[in-house]
């Protein structure tokens, strides 16, 4: 099994290879969201493509660690808790929870940490990290105050974006507020502290100020992940110039390559346009299930185009997700009805289903989900045929359960099945009920017993009892 990445440093696939001499970890960083408002569903997409590739990795074998880092400094958030008149950890706070409702509802695996901007322990990285590029000639504190990267120091500045920086030089006017740079593409790497900024301001050697963009992933990569990292994902609109400015600072600081493969995930297109408010397609997670839509189809709706595509997000195309995912449903529905079965009949000689691996193997292949999900409903297809026939016997039933199973760690999309509670079980709690209310403690412990030797589990909610499978431990 060879796993192949399209990297867009090299703009070719590349076969992976991991950096750890045993082969199994890999260390993977993720663009996480600016929390200034509601990440919308474009950004979910990306989102969900990261969350692809750590799944798919893990199917294969490997240990993922991934970190996402959370924005909660810059212009945006300063801006929006000055015009809330909030602090600005306040005004944060409320989209970071946003986020993580939203990952949840769309069944986004957590990253292993998700280490903020504005912690000090990373902060204090930022400072060291300038105080380093100062050093060695890669950055200056121009009169403004604030710091920039010298990115005409740096040959290899471009290459992730495939572009000749030299070619700024020349063009014209100069915003005013960037004067003071030597070069028009320098960027910061501090920002002097003005009155905009409010309270907003640490110390640093060059005064009070904060931290720009770019430095934050960087300190906060190699904080956590080491100098080197195996893959590092974003949306196609960080590579330049969040993404070329991340490896100026760290390659310019360590002098070890930054980053082994970078892969980007394209842009989402509401309606074949681009998404924005005024044009009133500006969708959020909430906005499409409001519309009857659960997070499950969202999903579905986000992952099914590969993720070098752009993907066009329509509500028919959420009608078509809601239908994929019926016939997911009721073909999982069969199967285990057939593997429940005895096995009454003899299945003929055709109807050995032998499952090709065919699934993991287009994943392989640069994370083609179009081509995975499309051996998946030819499989139920043929499956289903075999089954109006009467061809399949309960075995291969039961293989193509496993079988799902395994894909489903990568694409989670079974729907979420109550356990029906046996009428039995049902009439005890009913009893145990009834002996609470007429405070027959005794009678409902025995009671509680009873139901717990059957299996399951009798809790007391604000709204009335909960019974569940019991959980047993071993
Ligand atoms: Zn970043």
Not at 334 to 363: C, G, W
Not at 435 to 448: F, G, T, V
């Amino acid at each position: 099994m060879t796993m192949r990445f399209f990297n867009t440093y090299s703009r070719s696939i590349e076969e992976f290879e991991p950096r750890d001499p045993t082969g199994h970890a890999v260390s993977m960083y993720t663009c996480g969201p600016t929390v200034y408002s509601r990440a919308h569903i474009g950004n979910f997409r990306a989102y969900i493509f990261e969350d692809l590739v750590q799944r798919h990795l893990e199917l294969r074998g490997y240990q993922v660690h991934r970190v996402m880092n959370i924005t909660d400094v810059d212009d945006k958030t300063i801006r929006g808790a000055r015009q809330a008149k909030v602090p600005l950890a306040k005004f944060t706070e409320q989209f970071k929870q946003a986020f993580f409702e939203d990952s949840e509802t769309l069944r986004i695996k957590r990253a292993d940490q998700f280490p903020a901007a504005t912690d000090q322990r990373y902060v204090d990285r930022m400072i060291d990290m300038i105080r380093e590029l100062i050093a060695r000639g890669l950055a200056y504190q121009a009169d403004d105050k604030s710091v920039y990267f010298r990115i005409n120091k740096f040959p290899d500045y471009g290459k992730l974006a495939h572009f000749d920086l030299t070619q700024l030089q020349s063009t014209g006017r100069v915003k005013h507020d960037e004067y003071d740079k030597e070069h028009i593409g320098d960027f910061a790497l501090w920002k002097a502290w003005d009155e905009e900024d409010g309270d907003v301001k640490w110390a640093s050697p060059w005064g009070p100020g904060r931290p720009g963009w770019h430095i934050e992933c960087s300190a906060m990569a190699m904080a956590l992940l080491g100098d080197q990292i195996d893959i590092h994902c974003g949306g196609v609109d960080n590579i330049f110039p969040h993404h070329e400015a991340e490896i100026a600072q760290s390659e310019g600081v360590t002098g070890k390559k930054f980053v082994r493969y970078w892969q980007h995930c394209a842009h989402l297109l509401v309606d074949s346009q681009k998404m924005s408010k005024s044009l009133g397609n500006f969708y959020t997670v909430p906005d499409v299930l409001a519309k009857g839509y659960t997070g499950r189809e969202l999903r579905y709706a986000l992952l099914r185009v590969h993720y070098r595509v752009p993907l066009n997000f329509t509500w028919e195309g959420m009608k078509e997700a809601r239908e994929s995912l019926s016939r997911i449903d009721e073909w999982l529905g069969r199967l285990r009805a057939v593997a429940e079965k005895e096995n009454v009949q003899r299945p003929t000689p055709n109807a050995q289903h032998q499952i090709q691996p065919d699934f993991e193997t287009a994943l392989d292949d640069d994370l083609n989900i179009s081509a995975a999900l499309g051996f998946l409903f030819e499989s139920i297809r043929e499956t289903n045929r075999a089954m109006d026939e009467n061809n399949l016997d309960a075995a291969s039933a039961s293989a193509w359960l496993d079988w799902w199973k395994r894909i489903n760690t990568v694409l989670d999309l079974e729907a979420e099945t109550e356990i029906p509670v046996p009428p039995e079980v049902a009439e005890l709690a009913k009893k145990r009920d009834n002996a609470r209310r007429e405070k027959n403690w005794k009678q409902s412990d025995e009671l509680r017993d009873r139901i717990s030797g059957l299996g399951w589990e009798v809790r007391d909610a604000k709204d009335g009892q909960k019974i569940t499978p019991r959980v047993t431990s071993g």
